[in-house]
Structures are given as C-alpha cells and as structure tokens.
C-alpha cells in the first residue's frame, strides 16, 4: 500500500496538522482517503520555472503558485498587485506611491528607492516579458491563469536583476472553444469593479481573447485643516485596463500577439504628519486613517498611462523547438503628494518658513513634490532553442536584449498651499544589456537529474541629470553625468533525486547578479550617486511530497545566501527627501520554507504555508545620518549610526498564510465558503533601526462566501466578500526627514459579487 511508503517526517507533518485542524485521527482520515481518492486528489500545479510547461513538484526550485480560487479570492475589493504581500511565502510588496510603483521583497532582498529609474533585485515577468521600469510593474492582474513566485537567483533564464527571484504572471490564453466570464461588483467607498473577457476562434487556426477591467473608487479620506476643509478629499481613483491576444496555431507554428493598455485616474497614497507617537510605533491618541490636515491635498494626483505589445513565435522542427520573444512597453506618469503629510513648517533656512501655524506637530520642512515619466520606451528580444530529445539530455541555449530610454522629471513645490514651483529636474537615462545563456538537464540515472545553467550578461548605463531650480541648494543650475557599465557570469547547479512516486528531493546552488544602479534625483542634493553590481551566492535544499494518496502535500525547503556589495538606499533621513544609493560590504540571509494543501474532506480543503527570513548587514563601515525626529537604538559613533549588523528594510522574519475553503452541492447549485488569512511579522522601514519606524506586525483576513448554479452552458454566481475584516489598520511605511509621518494600510472592505461564466 502506497500509505507503507510515507516518510516518517511526512507521517508527523500529516498527524500534527490534521488533528489539529480536522480532530480525528491519521487512520481514519486515510481510510477515507482510500474510498473517495478518485474525487479528492489535489490537482496538478504547473509552472514555467524552466521555461517550459512543468509540473511544479518535479522541478528543483523553491517555487509556489497562486491560481483559480485563491487568486480570485485575494484579489477581490479592487486590490492593486499589492495583494500578493504576503499571500506565498517569503514574499511582501509595498509602495510609497499607491497603485503604482509596488516594491517586491523576496527573502527579504528588496529596493526602498522611490526613484522612477530605480532598480530591483526581484524581477516581474508578465507573458514572458521582463517588466523593468517600477511604473510598469503597477500594471493589473485580471483574467489570469496563475502568479509565480521563483525564490533564489534566477539568473540563467531569466537573466536581468534576478538575483532575489522573481514574479512570473501569465495571462489566460485565447481559445478555440468559445468561452468567458463577466463579473461585477459593488462595496465600500462606492466601489464598482468590473472584469470581463471573451475568447473564441476566428478561424480553423486563429483564436482571439479581448480581456477588460475598469475600477472605480469614491474619495474617502476628509480634510481637516482649518481654511482648507475639503469632505472627500483623497483616497479615490479610476481605473481601466484591457488586453487583447491574438494566437495562430498551424502544423509545428505558435504565434502569440498581446497588445495590453492601462489607463489611471486616482491620487497618491496619503502620509499622515506626526501620527507616530514619540517614543513608541503605536498611533497618537485620537489618529484617524480616514482624516488628513494638510495644505496641499487639493493638488494632488496620479496619472499613469501605459501600453505594451509582444509577439511569441514557437516553431517546432525535428526535436527541437526555436523560440523568440519580441516585447515593447511604454509608460507614463504624473504623480503629486504632500509628502511631509502636514501644514506649514518651521525650517528658517527654507523660503516661507517658519509660518505662523504648522501642524499636525512639528513640521521640519514643507514638501511636496512631483514625479513624472513623461518619456518611457522599453525593447526586449529574446531567442532561444531548446531540445526535446526522447533521451537522457535535453538543453537550451539563447540570446537575450534590452533597451530602455527614459526621461524622468522631478518638482519641487513651495509645500504651503500656494502651488508655487521652487524646483525642477530632469533625468534622462539609456540602458542597454545583452546576453547569452545555456541551460541543460541530465537523467544522469533513474532517479537523478541534474540541471547546469551559465549566462553571460552585460549591461550599461547612460545618464544625465540636469537641475534648472531648487529650492535648497545656493547651486540653481547644475548637470552631472554617469555612464557605469558591468559584465558578469552567472550560473546554477542542481540536482533532483526521486526518492518514491511520491517524493522529490532536491539541492540547488546558484549564483545571481543585479547591474550597477543610478540615483540621480538632484531636486534637494547635489550628488548623483551609483552603486557598484550586487553579487549573490545562494545554496538550497528541500523536498517535494504529495502524501495521503495525493490528497496532501507538502514542500519544504530550507536556503543560505551571501550578498556580496549589496545595494542600498538611504531614504530621507535628516539630509532631506532624498534617496542615496550605498554599497554594503555583505549580506547574510538564511531562513526556510514550507507550503502545505490538504484535501481534509469531500467538502474541505485547505492551505497553509509559512516562511522565516533572518537577514543581516555585516559592514563595518556601513554608516547613516539617521532621521529627524525618531529614536534609532543603533550605536552612534562620529560617523553615524552603525547599521553593523541590522536586518533589511521590509524584511519581516515570519510570514504565514492559511487559506479554508468548504464547498457543498446545494439544489441545483453549490454554496461555498472561502477564507484566507495572512500575516507578517514586524518589519523596520528604514535601513537604521528606530523606535518609531518599525512597523508592528501585520495579520490580514478575508471572507468570501457565495453560491453558483449552472443553466444550460452558462454558470451564474452571487457573492459576498471582505478583505481586512478585522479592520486592522497599522503602520506600513514612513516618512522620516521631515517628522514622523505615517503610511497605513487598507482599511475593511465589504461588497458583493455577481459573475456569470459561459462555455
């Protein structure tokens, strides 16, 4: 019997966890098992971690996917791409702009840079193309077959700035068979969404798939500043996205054509002025998330428009397949906050200041600013073969190319409600990287596999800075120029050893690479500033095991790295808003994995995954200015503070998440209940460790419920759903030059859902 053959640490895993959570015993849940095995085997994950359809317990990477329910689930309440943080293990996203810009962190390795030209060590690929510029990683997630998440260096196929991992999302495909949904739904702040698509054939050859997405939101967030009240002030924005596939099948030709466009109409995220108590990460007494004083509210605004195409070829000839991957994206932006949250300020080396009011608290300096990327273009191709060979070995080897030109502008405004322009900067940057990569995997015996990959990238940078005005500096015109450059060699090493049926181990070390980076936002400093390449060596370990007769499984994996001149950003501090790129000597992490599913019965299945992330600076020499008006307990010395030793910004140790779903025939239909909880741990929001910028631990829970019927080929469904119910509000970032202004998370939201599906 296939139950003999369960390791001992599975068989502990499954008792531990199913007498907690189901109350009965390992025998009888597998004599249940034996019965219905037929009706409740988890179903087979598919991922493209090698860049071929795989399934996900067979390949050698750290690798988790979300897909059908629990993607639906947790990108209900007209969520940006922000609702995946925590939502996999070892995997958060923040922003400090809203619905654009997001920052992913994965085991902890992430960028804090608010520049438009910033780079991260977490790469997004959206249908198979590298998403570089931040503005374009904002685009939507609608009408999705699934979202991966590749942890460790991924730097042989997937190339640029990989050496975190990266986000894989892919697209729902055009099909013969005419098909597709319609979804509408209304909650909290006048919330309308509205997600749609229809696919179908054309020809005997061509399919087309038209897919749409238009979200809309009140203004929600008051103004309280005396002179300047305004009800509904901020918090709103409208949205639409659509995307429109073409796909051509003939003989041994696949070409895939995706045009996709974004349209956004809202306002930036809100900081709120001193909200941290002194002293403490807790809230000031009497704060309210849904109320702001400030004197510039009414000009603020986000635009981003953004479009892209690309073309996917696949020829198959003999026993090989020719691949190439054509892409071109654009974006633009305009985005304008009151970034020190606040009215007033009480600098007297600022023009206008001190006022005769300020307020909440003490302002050090009045800012607000604009960011714009008026100028956007990004190329990519990529060309590759790959083998399909009936034997032991099959490779792939390619090319790769990326440019991107870009201008970016930055202003600076009086910051107290006069709407007067005191400074202004242009950046234009052009990047241009190639590369040449081979990958190949051996059944060197019945069990074991191995895997060797080898690129060779190089990448450069032209940049320009050019300041007209500033409202600090006694330099009003000043222009710098930059061109770093770098080539390095990357590689991974793995192997797959296939203990039983039921079993996978594997073991990977790799070795990534993230290009020399540019900060140039000369608005309030004279100093452009370049970090030097990143380096990483990473080692992994895990297993993968599908247990209780396929109705369980369990994937673990523990990993070390080494970071080797990381790069960082100092951002604001008591230099002002600004952000500096630095160096560190080195960089230890070291943590673990684990997702769990369980089919618990005919009407429950569940999920439940967790992560530990230890992450630590080890320079010496590694020193800040630290911020304005918190309490950093890092040692001070005549230098600064010392960051020997501190964690990673955005790093949460713990992350956990734990999905429920039941499901159970009702009349003519089913009624289902869906729960997903997620939690991070506290997280330090700055480089320099400080009282008030820690942000305290996050636990986040939503609840959909609903029931479908079917008439004819058409499913209909009625739901009801709410995200944060618990209303949780804590502190998820912070602005520190200025005072101790806050950002916070989503408030609670409550709606309702009808979907119709048609076959």
Known sequence: MKAMKRSTLATLINATLFSAVAGTSISALAAEQETTAKKNQLEVIQITARKRVE????????????????????????????????????????????????????????????????????????????????????????????VEVLRGPQGTLFGRNTPAGLVKIDSARPSQDFEGYAAVSYGSFNSIDFEGAVSGGLTDNLSARVSLLRQERDDYIDNRLEG????????????????????????????????????????????????????????????????????????????VNSQGANLKLEYSFNDYTLTSISGWE?????????????????????PGCPTAEMGPGFIFLASETADALPEHNQYSQELRISSDFAGDFNYQVGAFYYNEEQVIET???????????????????????????????????????????????????????????????????????????????????????????????????????RAPSVQGRILFSDDVTVADSETINSIEAGIKSDVLDGSGRVNATVFYYQMNDQQLTAVGGDSGNTARLINADKTVGYGFEVDTQWVLSENFDATFNFSYNNTELQDDNLFL???????????????????????LPHAPEWIANFILRYTRELGDGEF????????????????????????????????????????GDTEYEVAAFARNITDKQVFIGGVDFSNNAGIVNEPRFIGAEFKVNFF
Request: proline residues 3%.
């Open 625 to 647: 200015a630290g911020c304005f008006a918190c309490t950093i307990t890092d040692p001070k010395t005549d230098q600064g503070y010392s960051l020997d030793g501190n964690s």
């Open 672 to 711: 289902y209940a869906y729960t997903d909880w997620s939690y991070r741990s506290e997280i330090d929001f700055f480089l320099y460790d400080s009282v008030e910028f820690t942000g305290e631990a996050l636990l986040e829970g939503g609840l959909r419920t609903g029931y479908k019927w079917y008439s």
């Open 228 to 303: 300047n009240e305004i009800d509904d002030a901020t918090g709103g924005y409208q949205e639409t996205a659509a995307r429109v596939q073409f796909l051509y099948e003939k003989d041994n030709l696949s070409a895939l054509l995706n045009y996709h466009t974004r349209d956004l109409n809202g306002k930036p995220i809100v900081f709120h002025a001193n909200a941290i108590e002194a002293g403490t990460n807790k809230p000031i007494a009497g704060f309210d998330p849904e109320v702001i004083y400030q004197d510039t509210v009414q000009f603020a605004t986000q635009n």
């Open 330 to 350: 654009s974006a633009e932006i305009f985005s304008r906050a009151d970034v020190d949250g606040g009215y007033g300020c009480g600098n007297n080396f600022v």
């Open 55 to 146: 399934n996900a317990q067979e390949v050698p990477v750290a690798a988790s996917a979300l897909q059908g329910d629990g993607l639906e689930a947790a990108s209900s309440a007209g969520m940006d791409i922000r609702f995946l943080n925590a939502k996999i293990p070892s995997l958060t996203v923040e922003s400090s702009f809203g619905r654009s810009f997001p920052r992913f962190y994965v085991r902890g390795l992430g960028n804090s840079d608010f520049d438009l030209n910033s780079s991260q060590p977490v790469s997004l690929v959206v249908d198979d193309i590298v998403q570089e510029s931040p503005i374009l990683k904002g685009f939507p997630v609608f009408d999705t077959g699934r």
């Open 411 to 513: 202003y600076g405004y009086d910051g107290l409600g006069a709407n007067f322009l005191t400074g202004y900067v242009r950046q234009e940057q052009d990047t241009t990287a190639w590369a040449v990569f081979a990958s190949s995997e051996y059944q060197l015996t019945e069990k074991l596999e191995i895997t060797a990959g080898l690129r060779y990238s190089d990448d450069e940078r032209d940049f320009t800075a050019s300041r007209y005005t500033s409202p600090e500096s006694s330099i009003a015109n000043l222009t710098k120029s930059v061109a770093p450059k770098d080539s390095h060699v990357s590689w991974d090493l793995a192997a797959a050893y296939k203990y039983s049926d039921d079993i996978n181990l594997f073991v990977r070390a790799a070795n990534g690479f």
